[in-house]
T-cell receptor, first 109, second 114 residues
Framework: GQNIDQPTEMTATEGAIVQINCTYQ??????LFWYQQHAGEAPTFLSY????GLEEKGRFSSFLSRSKGYSYLLLKELQMKDSASYLCAVRDHDYKLSFGAGTTVTVRA | IAGITQAPTSQILAAGRRMTLRCTQDMRHNAMYWYRQDLGLGLRLIHY???????GKGEVPDGYSVSRANTDDFPLTLASAVPSQTSVYFCASSVGLAGNNEQFFGPGTRLTVL
């Protein structure tokens, strides 16, 4: 099984940068995903990491260190529409996803 | 249909009743999944299917059953609902289990068991 930890809440100002950390303990690692979920909506895919390093996709970047069981999602140039919950999910050796409880990010003007 | 759909959108159900949540995708994805989402606990996998004709148990399968008669449909059945099954249920699909295959989620079904 997986044990996935991420902060419950974060607040940041419009235009700023926020980093959401995720730590995990796993019996087998087969990739890490980040999803965005707006209130009352379905999760949508943001990023995927399977090798160590940084993956950049526009204003969003995701980093992975497998040896440390650690990932972060970096949101740059924050916009009001970025207010949402961000879910860290780890895929195990059986290819099943385990999700963290999510980090609610509030962007203030 | 475009993507993945779920029905009903919401339901209030008496304890002990049988209920089937429907899920249909038109992306010809091989893999499908059912999750429940509860406040503070995140998404938890109930059942999954690698391909039509096969199913597997997730983290919280008790009280639920699934079938995968064809590629498109993956219904979730609660044989005898209990209040602890009050939750938001999400169906998802992906091209396959491995690689960078992201899961696409349906809009969810909000179920209340009284």
């Amino acid at each position: 099984g997986q044990n996935i930890d991420q902060p419950t809440e974060m607040t940041a100002t419009e235009g700023a940068i926020v980093q959401i950390n995720c730590t995990y303990q796993t019996s087998g690692f087969n990739g890490l995903f980040w999803y965005q979920q707006h209130a009352g909506e379905a999760p949508t895919f943001l990023s995927y990491n399977v090798l160590d390093g940084l993956e950049e996709k526009g204003r969003f970047s995701s980093f992975l260190s497998r040896s440390k069981g650690y990932s972060y999602l970096l949101l740059k140039e924050l916009q009001m529409k970025d207010s949402a919950s961000y879910l860290c999910a780890v895929r195990d050796h059986d290819y099943k996803l385990s999700f963290g409880a999510g980090t609610t990010v509030t962007v203030r003007a | 249909i475009a993507g993945i759909t779920q029905a009903p959108t919401s339901q209030i159900l008496a304890a002990g009743r049988r209920m089937t949540l429907r899920c249909t995708q038109d992306m010809r994805h091989n893999a499908m999944y059912w999750y429940r989402q509860d406040l503070g606990l995140g998404l938890r996998l109930i059942h999954y299917s690698n391909t039509a004709g096969t199913t597997g148990k997730g983290e919280v399968p008790d009280g639920y059953s699934v079938s995968r008669a064809n590629t498109d449909d993956f219904p979730l059945t609660l044989a005898s609902a209990v209040p602890s099954q009050t939750s938001v249920y999400f169906c998802a699909s992906s091209v396959g289990l491995a690689g960078n295959n992201e899961q696409f989620f349906g809009p969810g079904t909000r179920l209340t068991v009284l």
